[in-house]
């Protein structure tokens, strides 16, 4: 099974409207973490959130908001007013274990294009 | 600069013939990790290393080796490479972290042809 599920390939979204990016995870851990990362075209990889398996609100950084539903095992992205720069892809990943090891799976990704 | 470097940035290189990447972090980071992007697939784990001479593999560890001899240095050997290792590969450094928190930084990124 997929640790790591991100079922949209593509998305397409208006300049100044919110978009939401879906991820699934699995695992059996109890303590884990979830992070979101974005590739521009340019190649470099960004961090951009990151949701606690013990946190109880859902994570914020300025545009970017978590939506973490932990029985359905999902994290979501939301990105509020988008800007033609926020077009990239954008990764879904998984820290677990702790202390002798700590595995990092990442989903396949999920293309968005910002349209002015 | 906080930073992790990779080198090189671009490799063309024959079958077989031995290769390293190195990559080296100035932020005093335990975790280090490879990973390889292929289209399609994402990033995949090769190694990790939580510290100095721990190392372990991730998801995809056939054909490539790693050492951690010091904090700083975490090169990636390919001993022979073929050319279904022709990918983008990026190294990434972390705190190490006790419950999973600490999101990693990443180098830009080397681009490996095997021909």
């Known amino acids: 099974a997929q640790k790591i599920t991100q079922t949209q390939p593509g998305m397409f979204v208006q300049e100044k409207e919110a978009v939401t990016l879906d991820c699934t995870y699995d695992?059996?851990?109890?303590?884990?973490?979830l992070f979101w990362y974005k590739q521009p075209s340019s190649g470099e990889m960004i961090f951009l959130i990151y949701?606690?398996?013990?946190?109880?609100q859902n994570a914020t950084e300025g545009r970017y908001s978590l939506n973490f539903q932990k029985a359905r095992k999902s994290a979501n992205l939301v990105i509020s007013a988008s800007q033609l720069g926020d077009s990239a892809m954008y990764f879904c990943?998984?820290?677990?274990?702790?202390?002798?090891?700590?595995?990092?799976?990442f989903g396949t990704g999920t293309k968005l294009q910002v349209i002015p | 600069e906080a930073q992790v470097t990779q080198n090189p940035r671009y490799l063309i290189t024959v079958t077989g013939k031995k290769l390293t990447v190195t990559c080296s972090q100035n932020?005093?980071?335990?975790?280090m990790s490879w990973y390889r992007q292929d289209p399609g697939l994402g990033l995949r784990q090769i190694y990790y290393?939580?510290?100095?001479?721990?190392?372990d593999k991730g998801d995809v560890p056939e054909g490539y080796k790693v050492s951690r001899k010091e904090k700083r240095n975490f090169p990636l050997i390919l001993e022979s490479p073929s050319p279904n290792q022709t990918s983008l590969y990026f190294c990434?450094?972390?705190?190490?972290?006790?419950?999973?928190?600490?999101?990693?930084?990443f180098g830009d990124g080397t681009r490996l042809s095997i021909l």
């Open positions: 290393s939580m510290n100095v001479e721990v190392t």
């Open positions: 932020m005093n980071h335990e975790y």
């Open positions: 949701q606690g398996s013990y946190d109880e």
């Open positions: 990943a998984m820290r677990e274990g702790r202390g002798g090891y700590q595995k990092v799976t």
């Open positions: 695992t059996s851990d109890q303590s884990y973490g």
């Open positions: 990434a450094s972390s705190l190490n972290s006790l419950y999973s928190n600490q999101p990693q930084h």
